[in-house]
């Protein structure tokens, strides 16, 4: 069964950093391509970034210059770095693999003074 355990989340002040994690099973991690995205209540789920099996990365105007996606094929982890934090970028976290509509159950992150 594909699973999917986002961690890393935590309480941080504009302009600190984060670095969530992401670990996959019950797939072929090397073969599938990653992404992240963020959702508040009230708004749709929303892409932040997308690496494909090969490393290709991109992502959400939002996320540029501030967030760095990167994998680890032997850990079977995505990763989603996250600086220069800002109140907007306050959501609960969730990563996907293009193996199908798999979810974890998210990490929240909290960005406030």
């Known amino acids: 069964q594909v699973q999917l355990v986002e961690s890393g989340g935590g309480l941080v002040q504009p302009g600190g950093s984060l670095r969530l994690s992401c670990s996959a099973s019950g797939f072929t991690f090397s073969n599938a391509a990653m992404s992240w995205y963020r959702q508040t209540p009230g708004k749709e789920r929303e892409l932040v970034a997308f690496i494909s099996r090969t490393g290709t990365t991109n992502y959400a105007n939002s996320a540029k210059g501030r967030f760095t996606i990167s994998r680890d094929n032997a850990k079977s982890t995505v990763y989603l770095q996250m600086n220069s934090l800002k109140v907007e970028d306050t959501a609960a976290y969730y990563c996907?693999?293009?193996?199908?509509?798999?979810w974890g159950q998210g990490t929240q992150v909290t960005v406030s003074s």
């Open positions: 996907k693999t293009s193996t199908g509509a798999y």
